[in-house]
């Protein structure tokens, strides 16, 4: 490892190319990075692979991540969810560091798996909550943390998107909880989830109780026939429409262990928001608002003062900031990747964890499973 | 009733303004209003009642509601709402229409005999729901039953305030499980329950189930001492603290009969918001946003455009507006009150029913109380 | 006088109704202010002044000025700019207090000799810029003169309306020079450079020099056959179409005596606005951003914070808020007049002088008759 | 030029890492851009641009542009307004296509010379306008170039910033008119008035008649001793303070061939605004806002709609948007100088002109220079 890390990525679509980016940038923006080497890209359509390995600027590829996890300095698993547990497994039980996205598995068991195997290796384990590297995040959670706000009393996180409100999308695997575990629950309510642990977990601590509730829409979707690639994943028999076995959308409350109270909703069908991930929090003393389609921005009311201020968060002691451009000048949702990837990879690098860590994702994993089962129940359910 | 409608009205410092103000203009601004006297204000303190009966224009004023109720044409009930049920009963009775602010009643057993009472009574039984009458809430109406927004998928309410973060702001009847019979639950959340039903009703149907969570932030409050005047009610012992026996906050989730998912929240810990009232709603074509401290405006998203368009409801053919001014001059909170009286008393004049009626009140008061029960049992409710 | 103010009013129409309302809503919200009669309502139109006699609660009608402006306490002039000057002068050398709609007059010769009858009179004489008294505006006015904003480097005010962009919308009086002098200019600009000296002229002195620009985009509009009520003024002749001899827009920049610069600008045919009177002032240590469509808000940024702070301008101790309701109980375009008449009879009541005075009408009309000059010599003007 | 396109940059600070960056990421997101090689970096201080070269991933370095310009395919010139004329029309005369950054010239006189010499070059000439290449205002402009805006009416551009509101921020080339030309005009100016241009030219024509006010507020500012890097230049006497000679603020107002007219401002001043480049155009039949600090968005009003839509610019339909992310997940400020270039390299490798051209930056400097000297002459400017 004394040159540079290798680095084999499972997963060459959307999440691929926002990681590939994400380390194709880290030299010129963060000097101060280890060196990487994208070594190794992973797929099963050869075809598609062998052609996004040239783009997306690796030196070779691979249809079987066995042959790669025990080969490279750090794994990247960004395949569906239900492919999260075996490979990531296999890797750290090789010594291998595993930056592995959201939700950390499609079970609450393949979670645990996988917070034991990083508690049992010597190398880095990671889950990409990229929204954590927001830089008007990270300023949010400075003030929570320096008091500012006070006492957490109440909050509110929804991530609303409308891409499925068409009944005629078509089904792809994130409908299918085989292979995706849940819907919009774990897709972005995994987001919403940690977003809220990690902005007020040490004032609130913990959510210790919660009441779910989980709806599906539309039952049923068009499958494009025998076309795999438009369903991203590679199941595709030719039928006419598939079962919709997850939620479009999800509600919560919940209440954390210092007397905070809060609400969680996500949906697939909220028609005009296209990747609105919204949280609010009101504290005894101040509060805070902040919108992903607003990601430079965040609304902050500070003990004192009459109303909440619009802060442009960019300025060269903002998080991050001094790595890129002058005030005003704003970042996009990409930047989140490069920041954490550079928080990952600074910490393979020097052999340390990693924060947000499988044991992160794995509560995350608890409380969507609490959700799934207060909603089946139709009890509030203790965590 | 041949010349004008002589009134009487319990109760004189907010909602008695509110109202006596919504009276005083009817003629100026709505002319084809039945002609009204303002005959009677009615309140304990007499030195008070007195003062206010000049400050409002009433001819007169009188300390017991028992001698009013059954001499005027119109009853006005503004007092706290453990007060509702018995002069709302004894004027109907008597044949006397009635004007009751919300919640309908402290208890739903209150709210039942008030119910029936006003299906037992000729006279006119409304509630006093001022946001069904919001020119801009109307427009949203009108969008929604003439199926602009298609199916209706979410609804999402809260009713956010924050007059008592500060934990030595003063006990007052509102903090008071006896007089108030909830907290934000009942006097914030019957008016966004309301606003649901009366905005999604004919399209989704009734709430069917319920999930619910109140809160207590602060157990006790301050006593000015023996200062009955600032507690805005006849309680006043002269200790110096005093339980708080409601909720500072609830939230909900719920299911309509059409299968639309809603959450609902009010705090009066809202750091930051002072009447902020809002509702947004998705459906399958089009969405609507809305906020009471922004009244005159409301976000529609169309069927087929891209965006929220910020509709300034302030045009003559809006619903009222051709009885104010021009466009874009816009109107306050107070005007909903006139609105409000204008069409009640229209129905007393006529002999009609008034919408929001007593059953709506109930209605919305089995949800309240559905969300408390929800609460104490940790259980889904079906209603 | 010793008991109440009587009062006549010209102008029956929109200003009327504004006024009149004003004048009913004092005596419940504003017990403190003198007592008046509405006494008599001026108008040509003898069925149309009887009609609004009768509406606007005032004790007579009569169709000709003269017989009432020596008759009355106070004299209202709400009538087209160009009978500005003659019934003023009137009333103000019998006596009579004058409050006068904007612009002062039709001329800048009619404004001197307004002003100078108000100079000679011991009467009142207030010019009606209503905007002076919003209370987020007064709120503004306190921060400046308090030095909160620091010394002043920018001003950019302007004043948005749509009604004109439809080439077919019928000509009115305010299109026709003879009457209104001009058109966005006088109408709408007078409100934005009032506003202008309002608040920043204890800092930044006097406008003392400025560019203007004119601009007519429909050079003829439609007149309704004859029918002179839709007008709004007397002309009526029946032709088909009539020119248009005012701007339907205008632009200024300006400087001020201290050093500040500043762009001015209004339209009828800025698409998409209604009534948006929006004024920005930026200093060494804070700024200020207004908007009349969201009156009760005031933009804020503060010395050493971050961002623009959306304040609600409707807590008890901002001004006037205590004559109305709760935080956050947002008031409309009407409660401006409330203020305005509150002010101008408490001054009449005390024999003292109003502010805004007709010497203020006066030095806007200087501004306006620079601009107009600037236009047509294509030069910079010293005021 | 067969396999790849050298590129020689000169400057490596601000402009030299968008630029850098913008190359660096074009193979991944725009794989048909020509291939391009970051060939020599170029900078007076050899130790600074030796690191740069080092960390922009360029292949070597160079003091001097004349070694340069005949060298390459490509010429960047990122450098001080004084230093674009004679490396630029080097280029060119050696049949090197040059991008250049805006403003053309610190004179007219230069921006003459090098309009000349890129029309008497085969090669391609570029001016680097790069907010003509944000989708939202590519979008603005295929909304007014297929008539959905109607006539043009309005234009008003203002592009705020406040880094200089600090008497005490140091004094560098952009304060010094023999290296700048001008201050905030030809700094922030030059984009409004392009942007304007682009946006409405085709509708609206040129702009044929201006009047125009500049400002300087801090005469004078402290000067860093002799430490050449702060001041971004290579100036560096080491006294206290230095005059500044440019504007820190101005503003114009202008019409165009078909009748609209305009308000430009811009300020270095304007205390709480980072980097707002603003741009609202109305016209007869809708009109449109934009905002930088928000650019991802675009408040767009249709024909016959009632308000603003807020479109979110990030459907993969929109301009450059299938190159990037799913819809919502918006993109940064440096994504407009992967588009320009992105365009202007396929111009190279075509053998075709680009838009903006030196032409189209010598039209801006027309503007600019009529701009000041209006404001030295006190008089309108026809163009």
Known sequence: MSESLSVGVLGYRFMGRAHANALARL????????????????????????????????SEYSTDWEDVVGDVDVFYNLGPNNVHADPSIAALEAGTSVFCEKPLAHTLEDAERMRDAARDSDATAGIAFNYRFIPAIRYAKEL??????????????????????????PWSWRNDEEVAGSGALGDLGAHTIDLARFL?????GEIDRLSGHLKTFVDERPVPGGDEASLESGGGESTETREVTVDDAYTAQASFEEGAIATFEASRFA???KNDHSIEIEGSKGSLKFSL????????????????????????????????????????????????????LSAVAEGEEHTPSFEDGYRVQELLDAIERSDSEGEWVDV
Chains 1, 2, 3, 4 share one sequence.
């Open 27 to 58: 030299p010129m923006f963060f000097p101060e990075a280890p060196a990487v080497e994208r070594s190794v890209l992973i797929g099963r359509d050869e075809e598609a692979v062998a052609e996004a390995t040239d783009q997306l600027g690796f």
């Open 144 to 169: 929570i943390d320096s008091g500012e706000l006070g006492e957490i009393h109440h909050v509110r996180g929804t991530y609303l998107q409308d891409w499925l409100v068409d009944p005629e999308a």
């Open 200 to 204: 007020v977990g040490d004032r609130a």
């Open 293 to 344: 389609e607003r990601l430079n921005e965040l609304e902050v009311l500070r003990e004192g003062s009459r109303g909440y201020e619009t802060v442009l968060v960019t300025d060269p002691d903002d998080p991050y900031i001094d790595h890129w451009w002058p005030p005003g000048h704003v970042i996009g949702w990409e930047h989140t990747f490069v920041h954490e990837n550079y928080e990952f």
């Open 271 to 273: 028609n005009g928001r």
